[in-house]
């Protein structure tokens, strides 16, 4: 006889509580945002991802409008090039009509990136080359870690010690108003330094443990084959502590875009920084700030999706060892 299902282990009825639970706890905060006399501007939050920006070209001076070798001008006392001209724009002249100084000649409408998108392009580009730079910092701190010389230890020891030790807030505020100065650094550049310098130091000890949990056997294995230290832990030690460090390598990852809208105390321009624009221009919090965490959101899961991705490769390859 088959063994009856609890309800509480029932994945349909599981899925609708769920659904019912995040409803009524969008509808708590709608109804608290209704109780503040709060107005919804939800038509403005397109724009601020694209919009359409109109170029127009006035007449300088009086005269007519010719066009001579795929360039236009207006000849009158003297012949005056129009510049940036050209077939591209709808015309509110044709050529051999008079014009007169001031009069819009030619329009042209052209879809422009709003900043929540130039926002979120430079949080992309920090958080790529800063878990670039994290990574390289990880390795290299981790095996100096391991290292058998004592001063290279005590370096990677001191460096995890205060980096973990002190909030990145902090660090990004240290880094950017006295080592950015001195080395008259971008703002740009001082971010992802601070960045990468401050997950590195916990990508340090995540390596050092992953590695530290590969059999020594495997090196005592290769020096018996010849293979130098270099070559072992590039091509037999490294890549299996990637594999079964990768689950946190991911989450790392993921904190590290998250905590990229620090540097946003630090005037660059990236989806945080956007979004406290478009707030102190439009008195709009709720909207802009759902779709600013929306963003992130994104960003998130898909990283999670693909370190799930590779998790299952891996294993299909032979698991995580």
Not at 158 to 185: C, D, K, M, S
Not at 189 to 202: C, K, M, P, T
């Amino acid at each position: 006889m088959a063994k009856k299902q609890a309800l509480s282990q029932n994945k349909t009825l599981g899925h609708f509580i769920a659904l019912v639970f995040f409803i009524a706890v969008g509808y708590f905060f709608y109804a608290a945002a209704a109780n503040m006399n709060y107005v919804w501007k939800w038509n403005s939050v397109p724009k601020y991802f694209a919009y359409e920006e109109t170029t127009s070209i006035e007449a300088l001076v009086d005269g007519k409008l010719v066009l001579e070798n795929d360039k236009y001008f207006i000849q009158g006392d003297e012949k005056v090039e129009i510049e940036n001209l050209n077939s591209s724009f709808s015309f509110d002249y044709e050529v051999g009509e008079d014009v007169y100084e001031g009069d819009i000649i030619a329009t042209k409408a052209e879809m422009r990136a709003g900043p929540v998108l130039s926002g979120l392009w430079v949080t992309l580009k920090i958080s790529f080359f800063a878990m670039i730079l994290t990574i390289i910092i990880g390795i290299v701190v981790a095996l100096m870690k391991l290292s058998s010389m004592v001063f290279l230890r005590d370096i990677a020891t001191v460096y995890i010690t205060i980096v973990r030790g002190t909030p990145l807030l902090v660090q990004i505020f240290l880094f950017y108003f006295i080592v950015a100065n001195i080395f008259e650094l971008e703002r740009f550049v001082a971010g992802i330094l601070s960045l990468g310098i401050f997950f590195g130091a916990y990508m340090a000890e995540i390596l050092r443990g992953a590695i530290q949990s590969i059999d020594k056997g495997q090196l005592e294995a290769a020096k018996s084959l010849g293979i130098s230290n270099f070559q072992a832990m590039r091509h037999i030690i490294l890549p299996q502590a990637f594999k079964r460090a990768l689950p946190t390598l991911v989450g790392e990852t993921i904190a590290l875009v998250k905590d990229s809208s620090l540097v946003s105390v630090i005037s660059i321009t990236d989806l945080t920084k956007v979004g406290k624009e478009i707030v102190a221009n439009t008195f709009s919090p709720f909207e802009t700030w759902i779709v600013i965490a929306l963003l992130y959101l994104c960003i998130t899961s898909i990283l999670s999706y693909i370190g799930h991705i590779l998790e299952k490769r891996m294993a299909a390859k032979g698991g995580m060892s």
